[in-house]
């Protein structure tokens, strides 16, 4: 097999990018499929598309994160999924975006796990900013964002990722994003500043204790956020409430606010106004509104704003077919 990765020598932050290729498969008299990979940390949804150009409709398996997960548990996860995939046909590409994926190590050992796994004729590894540029701006150039439970954001040259200014995680970073709304709420409730007591009292009534517990809201949240195992995900899972407000003028208002956040700190990147921005995720699509008010009003030209990008990754590997003699896309 044939290795391709990034090197050390791209700038910090940039997501790396590998591609296995296999020599001693021989699948040219078989019918052959691609495999179109979206993995998160939560769960992972494979997409195969038949020789007939049609995406089968998608397998979703338990999430993984490169980053945080050794070789067998990897090899474990991606040998599950081949077997609840049940192709008809060898998978010639696969083409995986996922959580993690951030080192040319880390895309090395997923696409040697996938390729144990999956026999394909060409294995490509890349990052989840990766595959939302690509499956937003396809072939063109632009800035591809993330707004999800965390944020991420990159200048792609119509091929790949050209510069990305690190997120920075929840703590320090993630402007913009579900935890960093959740975080917005929580302090205006308990520093209160909220303004409408009917919102206050939802809150109270919306997390109020089980029978049983005596613990308020407050101990609740301190508890969640600071020993909790998962603590951006309970912050991001309040964004459904703050959408339920969200025709309130401060709640409004504080949503609005910490997208100019998002736009101010990360996009940053040479000649960004006069390129079309594309955001991604639950967070930029349920608020899509509020975004496209706060790009707006920061001097951005919106392209799309979708929930996820798989529909746009499919679309953009069906016009990437790889032959012996076609040169694969630059990574």
Not at 43 to 50: T, Y
Not at 165 to 191: H, Q, T, W, Y
Not at 226 to 238: M, T, V
Not at 269 to 286: D, K, N
Request: with cysteine; hydrophobic share 40%; proline share 6%.
């Amino acid at each position: 097999m044939h290795h391709n990765c990034g090197n050390a020598s791209r700038l910090p932050g940039t997501p790396y990018a590998c591609r296995l290729q296999h020599t001693d498969t021989n699948h040219d008299t078989l019918a052959q499929h691609k495999l179109i990979v979206d993995a998160g940390s939560t769960n992972i949804r494979w997409i195969a598309i038949g020789p007939d150009g049609k995406p089968a409709t998608p397998v979703v398996t338990a999430g993984v994160n490169a980053a945080h997960c050794d070789d067998a548990r990897l090899r474990d996860a991606f040998t599950r999924a081949a077997a609840a995939l049940d192709t008809d046909g060898p998978v010639s590409e696969l083409h995986y975006y996922g959580a993690g994926c951030g080192s040319a190590l880390t895309c090395s050992r997923v696409a040697d796990a996938l390729g144990d796994a999956f026999r394909p004729d060409m294995v490509e590894v890349g990052s989840d900013m990766l595959g939302a540029a690509r499956g937003m701006l396809g072939d063109d150039p632009g800035i591809a964002c993330i707004l999800g439970t965390g944020s991420n954001s990159c200048l792609y040259d119509g091929a790949a990722i050209a510069d990305n200014v690190p997120p920075l995680g929840f703590i320090l970073g993630d402007e913009g994003s579900g935890a960093a709304l959740g975080k917005r709420l929580l302090n205006a409730i308990f520093k209160r500043r909220v303004a409408s007591a009917e919102i206050v009292d939802d809150f109270h009534r919306s997390f109020a204790a089980a029978d049983g517990e005596s613990d308020t809201p407050l101990a609740r949240v301190i508890a969640t956020v600071y020993r909790g195992d998962a603590p951006s995900r309970y912050l991001a899972s309040l964004a459904p409430f703050i959408l339920r407000h969200i025709d309130d003028s401060q709640i409004h208002e504080m949503v609005v606010d910490e997208f100019c956040r998002f736009l101010d700190l990360n996009l940053v990147y040479p000649g960004c106004r006069e390129l079309p921005v594309c955001f991604t995720g639950g967070v930029a699509y349920a608020f899509a509104t509020q975004l496209e008010e706060a790009c707006v009003m920061r001097g951005f030209t919106v392209g799309r704003i979708t929930p996820d990008p798989v529909p746009g990754l499919v679309e953009y590997h069906l016009k990437k077919s790889t032959h012996p003699n076609q040169q694969l896309p630059r990574l």
